[in-house]
């Protein structure tokens, strides 16, 4: 059973910074990528933030420049630093991760984490 340890979201004024960190155990597999989607009411699920054990990383076009995601020695902890946040951010981050390029697309998650709350407003 695979369990996430996520942490770090919360309130913040526009053009503030957040840094989200996600942690995963358990896993029957090696994870071949881990990172973050949100979710934003009435709307679809969309990648922010992906990064490969072979540390390539993909982004969301409307977080690149703004985002960055890293992934420490263990491999299974990632997080993510969110500068310059704007009120379009507002969403539910969800940590997940998955065991093939299918990750990439929300139907190929392999296994997602609770979600944090991130709000952007003043």
């Known amino acids: 059973q695979v369990q996430f340890v996520e942490s770090g979201g919360g309130l913040v004024q526009p053009g503030g910074s957040l840094r989200l960190s996600c942690a995963a155990s358990g896993s029957p597999n090696a994870i071949y990528a881990m990172g973050w989607y949100r979710q934003a009411p009435g709307k679809e699920r969309e990648l922010v933030a992906a990064i490969t054990n072979s540390g390539f990383t993909k982004y969301s076009n409307s977080v690149k420049g703004r985002f960055i995601i890293t992934r420490a020695n263990a491999k299974d902890t990632v997080y993510l630093q969110m500068n310059n946040l704007k009120p379009e951010d507002t969403a539910v981050y969800y940590c997940?991760?998955?065991?093939?390029?299918?990750?990439?697309?929300?139907?190929?998650?392999?296994?997602w984490g609770q979600g944090t709350q991130v709000t952007v407003s003043s």
């Open positions: 997940s991760l998955g065991y093939s390029g299918s990750y990439f697309d929300a139907g190929g998650v392999d296994y």
